[in-house]
Structures are given as structure tokens and as C-alpha cells.
């Protein structure tokens, strides 16, 4: 079945810094990889996602990379700055084009000043 | 563009109870997710609907159940409650044709005594 591992649970990294978090998903059919972020008490959003035929994703800040092989894909937030405090959940799917996503656990990033 | 709405925001409610959820999404949405967000088990897909049929089911005991009416909005339903179903509710809604970005309420707060 389908199952996602996500790490770490807890990042802490100064301001300015980089920031990885990585997922390894279970499904091979999978083609879907959204990352979300949630702020405290907020609703889940989409910040990026990348589909199978890619391997590699940017958005200003954020890229995302995508290993089908070794079925792993992380996030990489770079420059950090204290509003990137949150939770990130990567997530799977695409399976048969279903809207069903599999999520990590989530990762709690703190941005220290 | 309004967003989704979900309705209660906050409900506590006591072991044995049954309670109701009610989602309306983004106008022109026709799918709607429905996923269960807890400190310990993250996010976790309860079902998906779209043009008023349950298009997937995710691993919960069917005291869960839902349905979509032609209008798109959702309702979820939890009969015969039990502590462990203290949570947050969060619904989703799409476009539904093809795999994307699922837009997030802000939640349905249960809390069950």
C-alpha cells in the first residue's frame, strides 16, 4: 500500500540558511509529489509540487527534487527567513489520476533569527 | 473567489454521538476530499467525491461516511463516537479532472468527551 516516511520531524536552521527535508514514498505508480505548508492554526497550502517526468522543480526560493529510482523526492528552501516557520507535509498520488494523496508526517521548521 | 467553507468551525460532542460536517467548495470545484488531521497520525484520507459519487475511500471504519450533493457541497458524517475520533476535519476541493492542488478549508475543530 501506499506509505510515506518524511525527515526530520523537527528542523531548526538560522535565518539565512538552507533547508532540506526529504520523503521517500512506496507506491511506484505514484506521479504526484505536492509539498504543503501549514501555519499554525491555518489551513494546509500548496507551496510547490512536481510530477514524474520531471526530475527537478524550482520556485524563487524553493525547488524540489524528485529520484523515481530510488523513489525519494525532498524540498529545498533556500535564504531562509523567519515567515518560512511552519509545518511541511510532502505527500503522494496521481494513481489512475485520483485526487487521493498519502502524506508524511511533516516536518515543524523553526527559523531562528 | 471565495474559498472553501466548512461548517461547524468548533464542536464538541460526547462519546456515542453522531455528528455532521458540511464542506462547500470553490465554485466550479467538483471534487471534494475530505482528510483527518491529528498530532499523531498527520493528515489522513478519509474519501473523495466527485459529481456526487465517492470516487475513492481511504482506510477508516465505516462509522465515516459521506456523500456530495449536485450542487458539489459535502457533508461527512461520524456515527457512534469515540474519543479517538477527537480531530480536525479538513476538506479539500479540486477541480477534480485530472490530479492538482487541493485547495484546504480551515477545518471542522471535533473534540469528543
Known amino acids: 500500500g501506499e506509505n510515506v516516511e518524511q525527515h526530520p520531524s523537527t528542523l531548526s536552521v538560522q535565518e539565512g540558511d538552507s533547508a532540506v527535508i526529504k520523503c521517500t514514498y512506496s507506491?511506484?505508480?505514484?506521479?504526484?509529489f505536492p509539498w504543503y505548508k501549514q501555519e499554525l492554526g491555518k489551513r494546509p497550502q500548496l507551496i510547490i509540487d512536481?510530477?514524474?517526468?520531471?526530475g527537478e522543480k524550482k520556485d524563487q526560493r524553493i525547488a524540489v527534487t524528485l529520484n523515481k529510482t530510488a523513489k525519494h523526492f525532498s524540498l529545498h528552501i533556500t535564504e531562509t527567513q523567519p515567515e518560512d516557520s511552519a509545518v511541511y507535509f510532502c505527500?503522494?498520488?496521481?494513481?489512475?489520476?485520483?485526487?487521493?494523496?498519502?502524506f508524511g508526517q511533516g516536518t515543524r521548521l523553526t527559523i531562528n533569527p | 473567489k471565495a474559498g472553501v467553507t466548512q461548517t461547524p468551525r468548533y464542536l464538541i460532542k460526547t462519546r456515542g454521538q453522531q455528528v455532521t460536517l458540511s464542506c462547500s467548495p470553490i465554485?466550479?470545484?467538483?471534487?471534494v476530499s475530505w482528510y483527518q488531521q491529528t498530532p499523531g497520525q498527520g493528515l489522513q484520507f478519509l474519501f473523495e467525491?466527485?459529481?456526487?459519487?465517492?470516487?475513492n475511500k481511504g482506510n477508516f471504519p465505516g462509522r465515516f461516511s459521506g456523500r456530495q450533493f449536485s450542487n458539489s457541497r459535502s457533508e461527512m458524517n461520524v456515527s457512534t463516537l469515540e474519543l479517538g475520533d477527537s480531530a480536525l476535519y479538513l476538506c479539500?476541493?479540486?477541480?477534480?479532472?485530472?490530479?492538482?492542488?487541493?485547495?484546504f478549508g480551515e477545518g471542522s475543530r471535533l473534540t469528543v468527551l
Open positions: 512536481i510530477r514524474s517526468n520531471v
Open positions: 479539500a476541493s479540486a477541480p477534480g479532472t485530472s490530479t492538482g492542488e487541493l485547495f
Open positions: 507506491d511506484s505508480a505514484s506521479n504526484y
Open positions: 465554485s466550479g470545484h467538483r471534487s
Open positions: 467525491y466527485f459529481s456526487e459519487t465517492q470516487r
Open positions: 505527500a503522494e498520488g496521481g494513481i489512475q489520476g485520483a485526487q487521493k494523496l498519502v
